[in-house]
């Protein structure tokens, strides 16, 4: 059996809330887009998430006060055969 190489991309979306509470969620393998695509589109997002009031944190209930930092992750894993 060969060493087996895989390969997957992430976007790591960090999320604030009031009170210093933070998320982060993992998006893999997300659609391919340039820099200024995703900064449009994750605006968009952070506007919707405000405006609905689609999240709160979970301590004492804080309020979403917005995505802080959106990076991507590209991770490498390889399966060594030893035999």
């Known amino acids: 059996m060969a060493d087996v190489i ?19 969620f993992r998006l893999k393998n997300p659609i391919e887009a340039t820099k200024p695509q995703w900064q449009e589109r994750l ?3 952070n506007t919707l998430i405000l405006n ?12 979403f006060t917005g995505i802080y930092r959106v990076t991507t992750v590209a991770r490498q894993r390889i399966s060594v055969d030893i035999s």
């Open 6 to 24: 895989a390969t997957s991309n992430e976007l790591k979306v960090e999320l604030a809330f009031a009170g210093g509470d933070t998320r982060t």
């Open 43 to 45: 605006s968009e997002l």
């Open 52 to 63: 609905k009031q689609l999240l709160i944190g979970d301590k004492a209930a804080g309020l």
